[in-house]
Nanobody, 126 residues
Framework: VQLQASGGGLVLPGGSLRLSCAASGFSLDYYTISWFRQAPGKEREGVSCIRRRDGTKYYAGSVKGRFTISRDNAKNTVYLHANSLEPEDTAVYYC????????????????????WGQGTQVTVSS
């Protein structure tokens, strides 16, 4: 069972990236998948979530309207489309998978997830 996060890089403020979270060894469709990020000296924070079964989506307030999460079951991959990037978005981004069905108040709790990808660096700078 493995999650592989990719797609990070260096981008100018206002630019866009598409992060990918590919699974091997299990079907992402049966799991809740979330993206977290961690900047130097800060705690890991939830960015976005797509809930198992019904596909309900959650977003952190700081990215709502700029980031979009989606799932491609055929490719067994979850994407995070990050638009209008700001320097404050600079962080290592991780994807995580869990068998729970979280609600608005619980999706961003890292302890609820069973599997984690290795992280991909996003740097927003001019």
């Amino acid at each position: 069972v493995q999650l592989q996060a990719s797609g990070g890089g260096l981008v100018l403020p206002g630019g866009s990236l598409r992060l990918s979270c590919a699974a091997s060894g299990f079907s992402l469709d049966y799991y809740t998948i979330s993206w977290f990020r961690q900047a130097p000296g800060k705690e890991r924070e939830g960015v976005s979530c797509i809930r198992r079964r019904d596909g309900t989506k959650y977003y952190a307030g700081s990215v709502k309207g700029r980031f979009t999460i989606s799932r491609d079951n055929a490719k067994n991959t979850v994407y995070l489309h990050a638009n209008s990037l700001e320097p404050e978005d600079t962080a290592v981004y991780y994807c995580a998978a869990g068998v729970h069905s979280p609600i608005l108040s619980s999706w961003a709790s890292p302890g609820a997830y069973d599997y984690w990808g290795q992280g991909t660096q996003v740097t927003v700078s001019s």
